[in-house]
Structures are given as structure tokens and as C-alpha cells.
């Protein structure tokens, strides 16, 4: 199964024991301090924190580098990314119509009168 | 009321300008512009009264996503799927955690078709909004905050009233599903090719 194939890839499970909040795995303090390059299953970890925007600099250009570099990875990131952009494209556009801005507006404006 | 003209002043400024915000998660809460409408009257309102206790410097749109998503939740027959939800999440994973797959599997179904995921482009507004309509409350919302409206984890766990780690394993788990089910669709509509018998993920 090409899943599986994948997983050994990526050095299959996780070596990183350190758990955890809310059953979610904490970021890995002691393998962000050093300065080797990321595994690929330590990028594909973190990635939604980096793309969220949520890891320290230092971490957050370790992490950088490795979807750079890594012609297996990046492809993840841009599935992330294209998936992300639609989301935003859909549903990030709307505004709130006229009519109900106004209605909005005049409800406040007689609460503030009466109530 | 007895606010003074600055604190209304200061409530067109810091509040009202988040109008369009709230009434997009209003839609994405409610998924009818009708009941968005109502909802969002609600929000103000209610924010509108409680304006004096709003604590300044805290951010103002949270703020209003908290009091929106609040009173949704109130109106709302919180069914089932609900305490299900609830119950699973304790034993969340997400990256990481031990039989959680860092390689998404929409990934591995793309493999040689569409890597960097270009059929989603291919989808129409309506049926992306549909799919986000359809996942349960606690992913749409934490999904919606991040991906649509750009709020930081620790908004997110403020809005929801969740630690930072289930905000992980919401947007994880969200995001999943969301991909997987615009994938299928996008599969069934021919804008991707089906898999080659042999090489799906799901046997």
C-alpha cells in the first residue's frame, strides 16, 4: 500500500514521545532547539503551525527550509496552501448586505434612544 | 443606557467595524442568510449592553465571535453529534500523536494526478461552502476562524472556551475532513481522475 510506503519514507512512527495536551502531541522543545535539519515527519508535523503562523522564527525558518529542500514534502505544503486560498476564496468575501447593516444600525440607534 | 458619547464613539470604532466578520460566521454558523441576519442583531446588541464591560486592549472581534457563536449555541439543540464530538476529543490526535498520520490521505489519493492539490480550484463556491456547512460545529468554527478569518490558536481557544491543544486537534481533524470530502467530490465530478484500482488508502 502506497501508505505504507510513505510511512516507512518517513521513518514510520514517531520517536518523539513527549506528550501532550488535550491529547495533542506538544511541540518537541528539545528537537526545535537544535540546529539540524528537520526530518521529513518532524516538518509534516509542524507544518500546520508554521502555516498558521504560530512557531517562534527560528523554528518557523528551520521548518521553511526543509519544505524548500525537500522535493517530497513540498508538494503537502502546496496541497495546504490550495486548500487554504479556496476556503478564503469561498467563504472569506462576503460582506454583510445593505440592507442588514442598516437594520443593524437603526436597532442600536434605538437602543440607545429608548433602552 | 447611561453611556457617555465616547464609549459609543468607541463602539462604531472598535466593534461595528467587525459588521462584515460577524455576519460571514454568522452564515457559516447558521447557513441561512436569514437566520445569519437574526444572529447578527443579536451579536450587536447584546455587545452593544454589555459595551462597558468589554475589557479595552482585548481584541474587539473575538470579542463579538465569542458573544455570536454563544448565542447560536444556546438556540441551537445541541444534539447528539454534539457529546459524541466531545467524548472522541479527549483522545484526539493530530500530527504527532501515536497512529495519527503526518501524510494526509487526500495527499496520497492526488499522487500523480494533482500532488499540489489544484482540483479545489476547480470546485464551485457553493459546494465548498456546502462541505463547510457540513462539518460539526467544533471543526466548522475552528476552521472557519483560522482559515477564513486569520485568528491566532490562542483567539481561537478564547472564542471557543478550549484549551490550545484541542484547537489543534479541531483544525486537524477539520481540515481532513473538509479536504476529504472535496476531494470525493471533486473525484465524482471527473475534475480528478479515479484512483487506479490497487492504489487506494481506504482498504
Not at chain 1, 521553511?64 to 478564503?88: I, N, V
Request: charged content about 30%.
Amino acid at each position: 500500500m502506497i501508505l505504507d510506503m510513505i510511512k516507512r519514507w518517513f521513518g514510520g512512527g514517531t520517536s518523539r514521545e513527549q506528550e501532550k495536551s488535550d491529547g495533542f502531541t506538544a511541540r518537541s522543545e528539545e528537537a526545535l532547539a537544535d540546529t539540524r535539519m528537520l526530518t521529513c515527519q518532524e516538518a509534516l508535523e509542524w507544518m500546520y503551525e508554521f502555516m498558521d503562523g504560530e512557531l517562534p522564527d527560528a523554528d518557523a525558518a528551520r521548518v521553511d527550509q526543509h519544505f524548500k529542500m525537500c522535493q517530497a514534502c513540498y508538494p503537502h505544503l502546496q496541497l495546504e496552501e490550495s486548500f487554504r486560498s479556496r476556503l478564503r476564496a469561498a467563504a472569506g468575501r462576503t460582506g454583510v448586505p445593505e440592507a442588514v447593516r442598516s437594520r443593524v444600525l437603526e436597532l442600536l440607534a434605538q437602543e440607545e434612544a429608548g433602552g | 443606557m447611561t453611556e457617555s458619547g465616547a464609549s459609543r464613539k468607541g463602539f462604531q470604532d472598535e466593534a461595528l467595524v467587525h459588521l462584515d466578520a460577524v455576519y460571514r460566521f454568522a452564515l457559516r454558523l447558521t447557513g441561512a442568510p436569514d437566520q445569519a441576519e437574526d444572529l447578527v442583531q443579536e451579536t450587536f446588541l447584546r455587545a452593544y449592553r454589555a459595551w462597558d464591560q468589554y475589557e479595552q486592549g482585548t481584541r474587539a472581534k473575538s470579542w463579538l465571535f465569542t458573544i455570536a457563536r454563544n448565542v447560536f449555541l444556546r438556540h441551537e439543540e445541541r444534539g447528539k453529534r454534539h457529546d459524541e464530538i466531545v467524548r472522541t476529543e479527549t483522545r484526539a490526535g493530530g500530527p504527532g500523536e501515536a497512529g495519527v498520520d503526518v501524510v494526509n490521505p487526500v495527499w496520497v489519493s492526488t499522487m500523480g494526478k494533482d500532488p499540489e492539490g489544484e482540483f479545489f480550484d476547480s470546485i464551485v463556491d457553493d459546494k465548498v461552502l456546502e462541505a463547510i456547512d457540513a462539518l460539526p460545529e467544533e471543526y466548522r468554527t475552528a476552521v472557519v476562524l483560522s482559515d477564513v478569518e486569520g485568528f491566532s490558536y490562542q483567539e481561537i481557544s478564547e472564542t471557543m472556551g478550549v484549551p490550545v491543544g484541542t484547537v489543534k486537534s479541531r483544525l486537524f481533524r477539520g481540515r481532513r475532513r473538509l479536504q476529504k470530502e472535496l476531494y470525493d467530490f471533486a473525484e465524482e465530478m471527473g475534475y480528478i481522475t479515479a484512483h487506479p484500482s490497487g492504489t487506494g488508502e481506504d482498504r
